[in-house]
């Protein structure tokens, strides 16, 4: 819902701002926004003790943006008239200060809806944020198989030709070796690293390895080992 002050040079427009301010150091949030920039800049001048809310969070904002603007001032026109700097001068009317301030710009909406130009230049600071993001990396597995031939007069050499030949983005063959399993038959432990969004183990070994035209050497495979890297 909108927050919306009205004559802030006025009595009337202050206590709406002194109400609002009860139990609160700024205008919106817990911390110096915008927001308490326009209504400061409306209200012109520091309230009397009447307003303690209000007096007590113009000094507030006054602090911070003297900090902001360490520079020493030479003086401004405003209305016609020059104040030098060190040289007093004679204060307008309230009214007339509020007029040289914004004529139009009585009623504060502190939540107005966003110019084109302002929905632009933040659709452009997101996507340039996208831009800088870096790609989330693949996470990696190491995988020892285990490759079985059919019997004791399966060409092992081929067999392992046959795994090797394989190939596929994200699929990285290792070390391998033969081990004895029983009457003559050898099988083939080899290595293996994956990407794992790239590469299946499952599809690997099922589309692949145990098909044609590997299954000519290849009777089944066991994964022995699955770690992630």
Same mark, same amino acid.
């Given at each position: 819902?909108?927050?919306?002050?009205?004559?802030?040079?006025?009595?009337?427009?202050?206590?709406?701002?002194?109400?609002?301010?009860?139990?609160?150091?700024?205008?919106?949030? %817990?911390?110096?926004?915008?927001?308490?920039?326009?209504?400061?800049?409306?209200?012109?001048?520091?309230?009397?003790?009447?307003?303690?809310?209000?007096?007590?969070?113009?000094?507030?904002?006054?602090?911070?943006? !003297?900090?902001?603007?360490?520079?020493? !001032?030479?003086?401004?026109?405003?209305?016609? $008239?020059?104040?030098?700097?060190?040289?007093?001068?004679?204060?307008?009317?309230?009214?007339?200060?509020?007029?040289?301030?914004?004529?139009?710009?009585?009623?504060?909406?502190?939540?107005? %809806?966003?110019?084109?130009?302002?929905?632009?230049?933040?659709?452009?600071?997101?996507?340039?944020?996208?831009?800088?993001?870096?790609?989330?990396?693949?996470?990696?597995?190491?995988?020892?198989?285990?490759?079985?031939?059919?019997?004791?007069?399966?060409?092992?050499?081929?067999?392992?030709?046959?795994?090797?030949?394989?190939?596929?983005?994200?699929?990285?063959? $290792?070390?391998?070796?033969?081990?004895?399993?029983?009457?003559?038959?050898?099988?083939?432990?080899?290595?293996?690293?994956?990407?794992?969004?790239?590469?299946?183990?499952?599809?690997?070994?099922?589309?692949?390895?145990?098909?044609?035209?590997?299954?000519?050497?290849?009777?089944?495979?066991?994964?022995?080992?699955?770690?992630?890297?």
């Amino acid at each position: 819902m909108a927050i919306t002050f009205s004559n802030l040079h006025t009595e009337q427009g202050l206590k709406t701002v002194e109400e609002h301010l009860s139990g609160k150091t700024y205008i919106s949030g %817990d911390k110096l926004s915008v927001d308490d920039v326009k209504v400061y800049a409306a209200v012109l001048e520091k309230p009397g003790d009447g307003f303690p809310n209000v007096s007590k969070w113009y000094d507030t904002v006054a602090s911070h943006l !003297a900090k902001s603007f360490p520079g020493k !001032a030479v003086g401004v026109k405003i209305g016609g $008239g020059v104040a030098q700097s060190g040289t007093p001068k004679t204060e307008a009317p309230a009214a007339a200060r509020a007029d040289a301030v914004a004529d139009d710009d009585d009623d504060i909406d502190l939540f107005a %809806d966003e110019t084109e130009d302002e929905k632009k230049a933040a659709e452009e600071r997101e996507a340039a944020k996208k831009h800088t993001k870096k790609p989330k990396e693949s996470g990696k597995s190491s995988v020892l198989l285990d490759v079985k031939p059919w019997d004791d007069e399966t060409d092992m050499k081929k067999l392992e030709e046959a795994v090797r030949s394989v190939q596929m983005p994200g699929l990285y063959w $290792g070390a391998s070796k033969l081990v004895p399993v029983g009457y003559g038959i050898k099988k083939l432990t080899i290595m293996m690293t994956i990407d794992d969004d790239l590469v299946s183990v499952d599809n690997l070994i099922e589309d692949h390895l145990t098909s044609e035209p590997n299954n000519e050497y290849i009777q089944s495979v066991d994964i022995v080992a699955f770690n992630k890297i």
